[in-house]
């Protein structure tokens, strides 16, 4: 994947498209033109609707595009460039995440230990909740020690579609 995560500027062009996807409406953020959110109608954290800026369809059409190869089990790696508005380590626990690949998982505790630091596993959970472009930066990947589906922005419901979508057994459309 050629995404890093960086800080996008402070102020700056900000637009928003929404695209039908099998797990429900999907906002694409933009800042300048690069993409800086992937977000669920129904999220936990993230911006409110008001702060994406305008409307636009325009710019979004690479984003549209890998999206939906993704869902249509034609794409792995995302090739797109990425700004992500976050704490240093928010951004370091997110370039992580880039590294796990296509249908594999790893447990919060692992990916603390990838980062050298192995008593961060709640730190790396709550930064992994903080995700701004999720499916692209696949926090759904990051499951509990015992293997359990903890915690997802966008709801279990949807996790779950994810990694079985990834693993082969893609129920279909979930909304």
Not at 7 to 18: F, I, L, S
Request: hydrophobic content about 35%.
């Amino acid at each position: 994947m050629t995404a890093t995560p960086t800080r996008p500027p402070k102020e700056g062009r900000r637009t928003y498209t929404v695209i039908d996807s099998p797990i429900g409406p999907i906002t694409l953020a933009a800042v300048d033109g690069v993409l800086s959110g992937l977000h669920m109608i129904e999220r936990w954290h993230g911006p409110t609707d008001d702060t994406f800026g305008e409307r636009t369809a325009e710019g979004f059409e690479s984003a549209i595009t890998q999206v939906r190869e993704y869902f249509a089990g034609e794409r792995t790696v995302f090739d797109l460039p990425l700004h992500m508005e976050g704490t240093d380590f928010q951004r370091t626990v997110w370039t992580a995440l880039l590294d796990i690949p296509f249908g594999e998982t790893v447990s919060y505790g692992e990916l603390a230990e990838r980062l050298g630091k192995p008593s961060a596993s709640r730190a790396v959970g709550l930064a992994n909740g903080r995700n701004p472009i999720s499916i692209i930066v696949p926090c759904h990947r990051v499951i509990g020690a015992d293997g359990s589906l903890t915690g997802y922005g966008g709801g279990i419901e949807r996790k779950r579609h994810l990694l079985d979508h990834e693993r082969g057994t893609d129920p279909g459309m979930l909304f």
